[in-house]
């Protein structure tokens, strides 16, 4: 599957089967220590958040114009 696949089937997904997908992913992330990695993990938190908001803001955006084009 490529990841333009993916993102397609994702974006298919209700919000709740969603963060249930973000879950499970973010629960297969290897194991750091925990005050060792702390700061890392906050650091690769806000990354993958950011890159969720843009990701949903994207599809938002697609339904937005996708909507204004079927009457």
């Keep these: 599957m490529t990841v333009h696949e993916l993102v397609t089937t994702v974006q298919s997904l209700s919000f709740e089967q969603r963060k249930a997908l973000i879950k499970a992913l973010f629960e297969q992330l290897p194991k750091t220590e925990p005050l ?12 993958a958040l950011q890159h969720i908001k843009k990701l ?15 009457p």
């Design 36 to 47: 060792a990695g702390s700061i890392t993990q906050i650091g690769d938190l806000e990354a």
């Design 56 to 70: 949903v803001g994207d599809t938002i955006q697609r339904t937005a114009e996708h909507s204004e084009l079927t």
